[in-house]
């Protein structure tokens, strides 16, 4: 069983906390102590998760301090008053450098999702990308929806899944990877008439620590930039 460091609060706000959640951690308890929990028992009190990060992806999670702080930023993640910004890192060039990537998600076999041609109830994804070392190619990519596995389906349905995606990504170019790279970046937020706004860079995989990755996160420092409502 892994053994994690213990955990450290990224921000404290009387109704929420922020905190950082490293790859590879589960969410929700499964064979072991959850990320919820270990944030909880550093906090030293219930926390209450508003919303999740895939097992493989690390990053910024808010979680809130009562049901009624729950209720609210809930309310604000499901109206899309949240604004989430995610880094990924593929090793296939996609059919095109940036743009929205819509669709339906419908279930597909072990408990993947595919994306669909229709646009019922679809999944709303935009992306801005550019090319890093030799094979490797990085996105920044903010979902105005959340689905479940979303960021993982849209990018492979460009021909780019995510780089160390055992799901999506060819699963034995997958296990060389140190970890999947795909990370939660950014949120940014309104709360009780104050503006709220958190980045925090990947410090797991050498391909995110490498020197490339590090020039192109400077021209991202600022992600909402990239996504400005026309």
């Known amino acids: 069983?892994?053994?994690?460091?213990?955990?450290?609060?990224?921000?404290?706000h009387p109704d929420f906390f922020v905190f950082v959640k490293p790859a590879g951690m589960n969410f929700h308890s499964e064979e072991g102590a959850g990320f919820v929990v270990l944030a909880s028992e550093a906090a030293g009190e219930r926390l209450?998760?508003?919303?999740?990060?895939d097992k493989m992806t690390s990053g910024l999670v808010l979680l809130a301090r009562s049901a009624e702080a729950a209720r609210q930023l809930t309310e604000r993640f499901?109206?899309?008053?949240?604004?989430?910004?995610?880094?990924?890192?593929?090793?296939?060039?996609?059919?095109?450098?940036?743009g929205w990537i819509r669709g339906?998600?419908?279930?597909?076999?072990?408990?993947?999702?595919?994306l669909a041609k229709t646009t019922k109830n679809p999944a709303l994804t935009r992306f801005?990308?550019?090319?890093?070392?030799?094979?490797?190619?990085?996105?920044?990519?903010?979902?105005?929806?959340?689905?479940?596995?979303?960021?993982?389906?849209a990018l492979k349905s460009l021909g780019s899944p995510v780089a160390?995606?055992?799901?999506?990504?060819?699963?034995?170019?997958?296990l060389k990877e140190e970890r999947g790279y795909l990370h939660a970046y950014a949120l940014r937020f309104e709360y009780g008439g104050e503006t709220f706004s958190?980045?925090?860079?990947?410090?797991?995989?050498?391909?995110?620590?490498?020197?490339?990755?590090?020039?192109?996160?400077?021209?991202?420092?600022?992600?909402w930039n990239f996504f400005r409502e026309k």
């Open 1 to 12: 069983m892994l053994r994690w460091r213990p955990m450290k609060a990224l921000f404290e």
């Open 48 to 53: 209450f998760p508003v919303h999740r990060l």
């Open 78 to 98: 499901e109206t899309r008053r949240i604004e989430k910004y995610y880094l990924a890192l593929s090793l296939r060039k996609p059919k095109k450098k940036q």
């Open 104 to 114: 339906d998600m419908l279930k597909a076999r072990r408990g993947n999702w595919k």
């Open 128 to 153: 801005v990308s550019c090319a890093l070392r030799e094979g490797e190619r990085a996105f920044l990519v903010k979902p105005y929806t959340g689905k479940t596995h979303q960021i993982r389906v």
């Open 164 to 174: 160390g995606d055992t799901r999506y990504a060819d699963a034995a170019e997958a």
């Open 198 to 223: 958190f980045t925090v860079a990947p410090s797991e995989g050498e391909r995110f620590l490498s020197g490339a990755f590090a020039e192109q996160m400077k021209r991202w420092r600022e992600p």
